[in-house]
T-cell receptor, first 109, second 117 residues
Framework: GENVEQHPSTLSVQEGDSAVIKCTYSDSASNYFPWYKQELGKRPQLIIDIRSNVGEKKDQRIAVTLNKTAKHFSLHITETQPEDSAVYFCAAHDYKLSFGAGTTVTVRA | GAVVSQHPSWVICKSGTSVKIECRSLDFQATTMFWYRQFPKQSLMLMATSNEGSKATYEQGVEKDKFLINHASLTLSTLTVTSAHPEDSSFYIC?????????????FGEGSRLTVL
């Protein structure tokens, strides 16, 4: 089955700086890669996703890149704000959605 | 967007009792729903895939006789934790995908926090 690794586990950035989270996956059949933001005690919320036929996707301050050959994908958040503080999960879908371990992002004001 | 509603949002029960959690897709039909479990400060782990009108598919290590899943209609799936024990205390989250979409966005319920005393 799919194995998704996510780094770093924690990330502290100064407000206004960029944050980058990286994930790798093992199954070359995976074709859908969403990123979720989860606040404490709440459901995961989809913030951006990318399919395997696309290399990059951007939505305002958030961007995702995918390298199918290397089997890794990354989340980039620019101009971080305190409300970006949360746990972020990457995921990969082969026949099911498998999640990375999560990254706790803290944006310092 | 599609809405998934999950109830109850939290439940406290005594050890040995059973607890039922409901997951409803409010404005779309979901032939497949997914049940996840999340322990504190950990990731979401898929427990089982619930298929309307057929038996659920359980992930390795998940006891199907302990976590009973029923998907009787296109909008409702239930998870029953039978003979709950303190180690079953966790955050249980359901999710669903729009009917006919093999891959694509999953819509999550609010989650149910189970505490077993």
């Amino acid at each position: 089955g799919e194995n998704v690794e996510q780094h770093p586990s924690t990330l502290s950035v100064q407000e206004g700086d960029s944050a980058v989270i990286k994930c790798t996956y093992s199954d070359s059949a995976s074709n859908y890669f969403p990123w979720y933001k989860q606040e404490l005690g709440k459901r995961p919320q989809l913030i951006i996703d990318i399919r395997s036929n696309v290399g990059e996707k951007k939505d305002q301050r958030i961007a995702v890149t995918l390298n199918k050959t290397a089997k890794h994908f990354s989340l980039h958040i620019t101009e971080t704000q305190p409300e970006d503080s949360a746990v972020y999960f990457c995921a990969a879908h082969d026949y099911k959605l498998s999640f990375g371990a999560g990254t706790t992002v803290t944006v310092r004001a | 967007g599609a809405v998934v509603s999950q109830h109850p949002s939290w439940v406290i029960c005594k050890s040995g009792t059973s607890v039922k959690i409901e997951c409803r897709s409010l404005d779309f039909q979901a032939t497949t729903m997914f049940w996840y479990r999340q322990f504190p400060k950990q990731s979401l782990m898929l427990m089982a895939t619930s298929n309307e009108g057929s038996k659920a598919t359980y992930e390795q290590g998940v006891e199907k006789d302990k976590f009973l899943i029923n998907h009787a209609s296109l909008t409702l799936s239930t998870l029953t934790v039978t003979s709950a024990h303190p180690e079953d205390s966790s955050f249980y989250i359901c999710s669903a995908r729009l009917r006919g979409q093999g891959t694509g966005e999953l819509f999550f319920g609010e989650g149910s926090r189970l505490t077993v005393l």
